[in-house]
């Protein structure tokens, strides 16, 4: 089983400025099947990005992802207030597909 | 507008049985994979289970074999998970789940989640 660690754990940021997530992934990852969720409080996970670089239906374009091999990250250009939230990673490359433990991006 | 509504959660204890619903609408159904994940406080989101549109191909996490089954009823649009021999590790949030392909995916729409718990 793959496993995913996320940093940093907790990210403080103001609206406007760049964040940067990363996932690292125990092993390499073929084919970059890597996704990214968003997940607010008492509310479902929201896809964001899946294939490592791909956009979910809907989603600004601010947000992107990139990433090979056992490094990944999402990136997030001129937060808005709404992107404060928990982000997750997985990957879907082997089976069982696994999920990181989340960074909290929270308002500096 | 896809809607996952999940049903059927609450208290159980040790031991029990308990069957989760999701009633999907906004989207062809039979056209995709649908899942069960969940997430224990404070821990990582685990997918727990994988039925493909037809339901001819099944999954399902080491933890849950033998004792969860997921099932889905076309007609109703809807997926079922039943649970047995329910231990205190099974209480989390279960999120019923859209995903392209069975098995290994990733899960396009989430329905709310619904609180199961496991205690005496």
Redesign the interface.
């Given at each position: 089983e793959i496993v995913l660690t996320q940093s940093p754990g907790t990210l403080s940021l103001s609206p406007g400025e760049r964040a940067t997530l990363s996932c690292g992934a125990s092993q390499s990852i073929s084919s970059s099947?890597v996704?990214w969720?968003q997940q607010k409080p008492g509310?479902?996970?929201?896809?964001l990005i899946?294939?490592t670089f791909n956009r979910?239906?809907d989603i600004p374009d601010r947000f992107s992802g990139s990433g090979s091999g056992t490094e990944f990250t999402l990136t997030i250009n001129g937060l808005e207030p709404e992107d404060f939230a928990v982000y997750?990673c997985?990957q879907?490359?082997?089976?069982?597909?696994?999920?990181?433990?989340?960074t909290k991006l929270e308002i500096e | 507008e896809v809607q996952l509504v999940e049903s059927g959660g609450g208290l159980v204890k040790p031991g029990g049985s308990l069957r989760l619903a999701c009633a999907a609408s906004g989207f062809s159904f039979t056209s995709y994979s649908m899942n069960w994940v969940r997430q224990a406080p404070g821990k990582r989101l685990e997918w727990v289970s994988s039925m493909s549109g037809g339901g001819a191909y099944i999954l399902y996490a080491d933890p849950v074999k033998g004792r969860f089954t997921i099932s889905r009823d076309n007609a109703k649009k809807s997926l079922y998970l039943q649970m047995s021999s329910l231990r205190a590790e099974d209480s989390a949030v279960y999120f019923c789940v859209r995903s392209p392909v069975a098995g290994s995916s990733y899960f396009d729409y989430w329905g709310q989640g619904i609180l199961v718990t496991v205690s005496s």
């Open positions: 099947y996704a969720y509310q479902a996970p929201r896809l899946y294939g979910a239906t997750f997985q879907y490359a082997n089976s069982p597909g696994t999920f990181g433990q989340g | -």
